[in-house]
């Protein structure tokens, strides 16, 4: 079984920066999407952002221009460096490492970011 766990999440005011990271144990299967996803309060769980396996990037329109993804260090890590954080960004961030051609799909815990204005 591959394990995710987050770290990085916290309190930040409005406009600061925040790193978020998702490291890999257990067994390292072949995976092909790693990525960042959030659930704010009241809302469904929905993508933040993906790294394909070829280095390919995918963002959600509301981050765009201002976090970045990226594997940091080893193919087992990603990070997600989020600038310009507003309150609306508060939520509990997720990482996924998934396979698309296999369905194997693995999420970590979840990591509260809350953005006060």
């Known amino acids: 079984q591959m394990r995710l766990q987050e770290s990085g999440g916290g309190l930040v005011q409005s406009g600061g920066p925040l790193r978020l990271t998702c490291a890999a144990s257990?067994?390292?299967?072949?995976?092909?999407?790693m990525g960042w996803y959030r659930q704010g309060p009241g809302k469904e769980r929905e993508l933040v952002a993906e790294?394909?396996?070829?280095?390919?990037?995918n963002y959600a329109d509301s981050v765009k221009d201002r976090f970045t993804i990226s594997n940091a260090n080893a193919k087992n890590t990603i990070a997600l460096q989020m600038n310009s954080l507003k309150p609306e960004d508060t939520a509990i961030y997720y990482c996924?490492?998934?396979?698309?051609?296999?369905?194997?799909?693995?999420w970590g815990q979840g990591t509260q970011v809350t953005v006060s204005s």
């Open positions: 257990g067994t390292m299967f072949k995976i092909n999407r």
């Open positions: 996924r490492f998934r396979n698309t051609w296999d369905d194997r799909d693995f």
């Open positions: 790294i394909a396996s070829g280095g390919i990037t």
